[in-house]
């Protein structure tokens, strides 16, 4: 009988070393995210992998399952962890080694296994660990499956096998790569800035952008899990910074970020302007529409306006629905659908066929930004920008709030705008026209300026995104009201960026 797992245990005991040690606020919505050795020790993940398989097994899925680990010094202890775990509950495990995130999801379809099970912190701080999971190709884990396995989990109640076996898959990164770049070279040469923040992608974005002819100026591409610069987070405004200055240092045509675990990427322009990633997924859905006239696409609620205003989307007849922020939800949905793509603000981008097989791959989305460029041969990627529809956008922006009582902060921010908006109390100065609510609650006014407050999905944090299509002073505005809805709780701490 394995020990049931503990919510809190002191370092350096004897019951450390002797119990699984698991914080129960570690399984969120969609992924499993622990501060290493605080939340949850080896034998907590050894947990973590036996309740993984035994909930794959209650499932009816077959237990064959993709591994991979993330470049952190701690990641590939945790996967061993969590590899004992697995093979307890008779799984067949299918270990690519060091890898990115999307990485582990080909690795599904190419090695033809149902299940993954990533070990990766993506882009939280170093002393983060987690585990993205999924057990039926494209998607990942959401709400219910994560229940189940908290469930599982925290009451030990473990199915366990003699079955299991281990299988290390050689030289994989060399078919990932293969995958992306067997096709035609681009006509257009390129100088593109390759900025990977020191996290795991700098093992293969160059390479891969090489192949397809880009003259590739690396930024920050050497492995370093000490993260010496920043963190490998494209939605930071420092790791955009530092690409900016390359990409007029060196005269580039473009410049792509990558984050941790290489499911996102980031963009810079010719002229070092950032472009945040729900106004790419404009400019990429103009290009695409324009190919497939009458395309769906998927946003989240964090995302910009224009996906629904934009006249070109409009004329191409491409139709957008707006949904809940998340990789897992985002990808779901692009699926149920049956869109062309997924875009969300954070820069997890889902293609599905014929771009991609449904997944959120930064290395893809990049492609796809070379790939718009080449068919624009006499225009540059700030000019593509400057004929968007002028609004004014925040960054992300995320005050800490602590994960037992985020979600009751935002219930009540909620409630507060929708009695706003029963009452015909204004916001930002002007009547509220629209509330959305499926994630968080988006409130827009009269003259379209919106401003959105959700639930991190995976950090002690809320999220803040404000955009306005008539003004940065409006677009202040509204950061001011939402702002101010959020000091009446104190519980809300300070903001890791604001505008």
């Given amino acids: 009988m394995f020990p049931i797992p503990q919510p809190a245990l002191s370092p350096n005991t004897y019951a450390y070393e002797s119990l699984p040690l698991v914080k129960p606020t570690g399984f969120r919505e969609y992924d499993a995210r622990w501060l290493f050795e605080k939340e949850i020790n080896l034998m907590g993940v050894q947990a973590l992998g036996m309740g993984l398989g035994t909930l794959i097994r209650r499932s009816g899925v077959a237990p064959s399952i993709v591994t991979g680990h993330d470049f952190r010094s701690y990641s590939g202890s945790i996967k061993t962890a969590l590899v004992s775990g697995l093979l307890a509950a008779g799984c067949t495990v299918h270990d690519i080694g060091l890898a990115i995130t999307p990485m582990a999801y080909f690795a599904q379809f190419d090695l033809d296994v149902p299940c993954v099970a990533m070990v990766t912190a993506s882009h939280n701080d170093n ?122 240092e060196n005269g580039a045509d473009v410049g792509l970020g990558f984050d941790g675990d290489g499911d996102r990427c980031g963009v810079v322009d010719d002229k070092g302007e950032e472009i945040f990633a729900d106004k790419i997924g404009v400019m990429l859905a103009r290009d695409i529409s324009a190919r497939h006239p009458n395309a769906k696409f998927v946003v989240d ?38 869109a062309l793509v997924g875009f969300e603000k954070s820069g997890h981008f889902f293609f599905n066929t014929p771009f991609g097989r449904g997944y ?12 718009m460029l080449d068919r624009n041969p006499g225009k540059r990627l700030s000019e593509l920008r400057d004929a968007l529809p002028k609004t004014w956008s925040s960054p992300t922006m995320s005050p800490h709030c602590a994960d037992e009582t985020k979600y009751g902060v935002v219930d009540a921010v909620v409630k507060h705008f929708l009695d706003a908006q029963a009452k015909g109390v204004p916001a930002a100065g002007q009547s ?67 505008i």
Wanted: net charge negative.
């Fill in 127 to 248: 002393g983060w660990t987690g585990v993205k999971m999924g057990m039926a190709r494209p998607l990942t884990f959401g709400p219910d499956e994560m229940t189940r396995l908290k469930e599982i989990v925290l009451a030990a109640d473990f199915d366990l096998s003699s079955g299991g076996s281990y299988r290390f898959v050689e030289n994989f990164p060399q078919r990932y790569i293969a995958d992306l770049t067997n096709r035609a070279p681009l006509t257009r040469k390129l100088k593109v800035v390759c900025a990977c923040g020191n996290g795991t992608a700098g093992a293969f974005a160059p390479t891969i952008l090489e192949k397809i002819g880009c003259e590739v100026v690396p930024l920050d591409t050497a492995l370093d899990f000490t993260f010496p610069r920043y963190n490998p987070n494209p939605e930071d405004l420092e790791m955009l910074h530092a690409i900016r200055d390359a990409v007029l």
């Fill in 301 to 338: 609620v964090k995302s910009t306006g224009l996906f629904s205003t934009d006249p070109v989307l409009i004329a191409n007849g491409a139709k957008t629905e707006y949904w809940k922020t998340g990789h897992s939800y985002m990808k779901r949905r692009t699926h149920e659908l049956g």
């Fill in 360 to 371: 959120d791959d930064g290395l893809v989305s990049a492609l796809a930004v070379c790939d």
């Fill in 432 to 498: 509220i026209r629209d509330v959305v609510t499926v994630n968080g609650v988006r409130v827009t006014v009269e003259d379209g300026t919106w401003g959105l407050v959700r639930a991190s999905s995976n950090k002690p944090e809320l999220v803040v995104v404000v955009e306005s299509p008539v003004s940065e002073a409006r677009m202040h505005d509204m950061f001011k009201a939402v702002d101010a809805v959020l000091r009446m709780h104190p519980e809300v701490g300070a903001y890791n960026q604001t």
